[in-house]
C-alpha cells in the first residue's frame, strides 16, 4: 500500500499570489489591546477550493475570517478578494456565516434569507423568488413562513446559510457553522452541505474545531498554532470521491489525514503522526 | 373560540381589579357614611357617581380639551425622543452635548416652569404641550437609547458584512430591536402625560379638567374634584390602553419570550 500523500507547507509557501486566486492574504497581522493575535498569515484559496481552518480555541481562526469580510481592519500586510483590496470594499462582496445563526427574530425565515440581496435593492418580489427557488435544495421550502423561534437549531443554520449563499459572492467564509449542534444533526449538516453547496464558481474557508469536519468537507487544511495565531500546514486532503463507498470516515486515507491534522493541533509541526 | 367564550376568558381575567374596585368604593362609601365625614371634605363614592352624570357635558368638554393637549404633547415627545435617542446612539458627539441637557431638564422642577412657560409663550395649547414633553419625553429617550443599544455587536457585523450602510443598520436591526424598550418607556410617558396636561392646565387656561379641577376645588366643590380626577383616569388608562394596543400589534411576530410575564407565584 502506498504511503498516504501529504503536502505540508510553511505559512510562506501558501502565500504565493496568484491570478486564479479569489482569496489572497498575504503576511497578515492583528493586535488587540497591543497584544498580536495574529502574525504573518498567508493563505490563497482558488475558485472552485473548499479550505479549512483548524486549530485550538484563540489561535485567531474567527479574527481570521473578521479580517477577510472586512469587518475588523488588519494591522498589516494585504487582503484580496477578486479584484477587491481595500476594506470597505470587501464589506457586502465577502459572504460570511458566523458562528451564530443571527437569524432576526421578528422576520420569517424567508425574509431573514433574503435580508442580504434586500439590503442590496432587491426587490421584494424579486428576492422572494430567489429566495423560493433555492429554499427547497435547503429544505426550508415548508418552513419559509415560519419564525425563526419555531425552528430547529438545524434549520436556523441552513436559513443563515441560504442568507449568506444567496447574494452569489465570489468568496464564502463558513465560521463553525454547525458548532452548537448536536453530533447527529451536524453529520447530516455536513453531508447536506457536501451535497448542496456548489462551489465550483466559488472560494469556500470554513473554520472548524473538527478535524473529522475539516478532512470530510474541504479539499485542503490549514494548521493553525496559537499565540500569536499563525499558520503552521498546509494539508492536501481531497479524498478521492471513489473512497466515497460505505463510510469515508473509515476510510485508511481519512483516518491518516485525521491524525496528521490531530499531530500537528497537539503541537508536533513536523506532522510526525502521519508516518506512524 | 366563540365571542361568548372570549368575553368570559377576558372577564375572569379582569376580575381581580373589579373585585379591588368594589372592595375599595364599597369600604370607601360606608367608612364616609359612618365617620360622618363632611361631603366638601370628602364625598362618598355614590355623591361623585351623581356629579359625573350631572355635570356629564361640562365634563365632556373639558376632557376634549385635555385630550387634545395630551395627544399632541404625547406624539410631539415621541418624534423629539425618537430624534434625540436617534441623534445619541448615532453620534458621540451628540451623545455628549445633549445628555447632559437632557438629565439637567429633568432636575428642574417642571412644576415652577409652568408658571414661566405661561408668561413666555401665553395660555393657548402651546404652554401645555411643551409641560407634557417635559414630564414624557426623559423615559421615551431613556427606554429608547437602552433600546437600541441592546443591539448584539455581531448582529451589526453580521449586517455589515452584507453590505448594510448605517441607515440600514439602524431602521432594519437597531429600530426593531429597540421596540420592546421603546414601548416600556411609551406605557410610562402615556400615564404622565395626563399629569403633564393636567399642571399645564392648573397655571393657565380657560378650559381643560386641570382648569376645571383648580376652579371647583377653590369653589369646594371637591365632587366635583373628584369626577374630574376620575374622568382623568379614564383617559389616562385610555391612552395606555391604545399604547398597549400598537405595541401587541407592533411585537406580534416576536419571540413570545419577549412579550411573556414571569410570575414567581405561580412557577
Known amino acids: ?276 | 373560540m366563540t365571542l361568548l367564550t372570549i368575553l368570559r376568558v377576558k372577564l375572569f381575567d379582569w376580575l381581580p381589579a373589579i373585585i379591588a374596585v368594589a372592595a375599595l368604593v364599597i369600604a370607601w362609601e360606608v367608612l364616609v357614611g359612618v365617620l360622618e365625614v363632611q361631603r366638601w371634605l370628602l364625598p362618598p363614592p355614590s355623591v361623585i357617581i351623581n356629579e359625573l352624570f350631572d355635570s356629564l357635558a361640562s365634563l365632556s368638554r373639558h376632557a376634549g380639551t385635555t385630550a387634545s393637549e395630551t395627544v399632541i404633547g404625547f406624539a410631539v415627545s415621541i418624534v423629539l425622543a425618537l430624534l434625540i435617542a436617534s441623534g445619541i446612539v448615532w453620534s458621540r458627539t451628540v451623545e455628549r452635548s445633549i445628555y447632559p441637557i437632557i438629565i439637567a431638564s429633568q432636575t428642574i422642577p417642571i412644576i415652577t416652569l409652568a408658571p414661566l412657560l405661561i408668561i413666555w409663550v401665553g395660555t393657548d395649547i402651546m404652554s401645555k404641550v411643551i409641560v407634557i414633553v417635559l414630564f414624557t419625553f426623559f423615559p421615551i429617550v431613556i427606554s429608547l437609547v437602552t433600546g437600541l443599544r441592546s443591539v448584539e455587536q455581531e448582529m451589526v457585523d453580521m449586517f455589515r458584512t452584507l453590505g448594510a450602510s448605517p441607515w440600514q443598520i439602524f431602521y432594519k436591526l437597531m429600530l426593531p430591536t429597540s421596540l420592546p424598550n421603546f414601548f416600556a418607556g411609551l406605557k410610562v410617558g402615556a400615564v404622565v402625560s395626563v399629569i403633564g396636561a393636567v399642571i399645564g392646565e392648573w397655571f393657565g387656561a380657560s378650559s381643560g379638567l386641570g382648569w376645571l379641577m383648580k376652579i371647583a376645588g377653590g369653589q369646594f366643590q371637591t365632587a366635583k374634584v373628584f369626577a374630574a380626577i376620575v374622568v382623568l383616569s379614564i383617559l389616562a388608562m385610555l391612552l395606555f390602553a391604545v399604547v398597549v394596543a400598537v405595541e401587541k400589534w407592533s411585537l406580534r411576530k416576536y419571540p413570545p419570550t419577549v412579550t411573556r410575564v414571569i410570575r414567581l407565584g405561580e412557577s
Open chain 1, 1 to 276: 500500500m502506498s504511503p498516504v500523500p501529504l503536502t505540508t507547507n510553511k505559512a510562506n509557501d501558501v502565500s504565493v499570489d496568484h491570478d486564479d486566486a479569489l482569496l489572497s492574504v498575504a503576511n497578515v497581522g492583528f493586535d488587540y489591546d497591543n497584544t498580536p493575535i495574529l502574525d504573518e498569515v498567508s493563505l490563497t484559496v482558488d475558485r472552485g477550493e473548499f479550505v479549512a481552518l483548524v486549530g485550538p480555541s484563540g489561535c485567531g481562526k474567527s479574527t481570521l475570517l473578521n479580517l477577510i469580510s472586512g469587518v475588523l481592519p488588519a494591522r498589516s500586510g494585504a487582503i484580496r478578494t477578486g479584484n477587491r483590496v481595500i476594506r470597505s470594499d470587501r464589506l457586502g462582496n465577502v459572504s460570511y456565516m458566523q458562528q451564530k445563526d443571527l437569524l432576526l427574530p421578528w422576520r420569517s425565515v424567508a425574509e431573514n434569507s433574503r435580508l442580504g440581496i434586500e439590503l442590496r435593492g432587491a426587490g421584494h418580489a424579486d428576492s422572494m423568488e430567489q429566495v423560493e427557488r433555492l429554499s427547497r435544495s435547503f429544505g426550508l421550502a415548508d418552513v419559509l413562513d415560519m419564525m425563526p423561534w419555531q425552528l430547529s437549531g438545524g434549520m436556523r443554520q441552513r436559513a443563515a446559510l441560504l442568507r449568506a449563499v444567496l447574494p452569489e459572492n465570489p468568496v464564502l467564509l463558513l465560521d463553525e457553522p454547525f458548532g452548537a449542534l448536536d453530533a447527529i444533526t451536524r453529520r447530516s449538516l455536513q453531508q447536506w452541505l457536501l451535497n448542496t453547496l456548489d462551489t465550483s464558481d466559488r472560494a469556500v474557508v470554513l473554520v472548524t474545531h473538527d478535524v473529522e469536519e475539516s478532512i470530510l468537507l474541504a479539499d485542503r487544511v490549514l494548521v493553525m498554532a496559537p499565540n500569536p495565531g499563525r499558520i503552521v500546514a498546509n494539508i492536501d486532503v481531497k479524498i478521492d470521491s471513489s473512497l466515497d463507498g460505505a463510510d469515508t470516515s473509515t476510510s485508511p486515507r481519512f483516518i491518516e489525514l485525521k491524525k496528521r491534522v490531530l499531530s500537528l493541533l497537539n503541537g508536533d509541526e513536523s506532522g510526525s503522526g502521519a508516518s506512524q
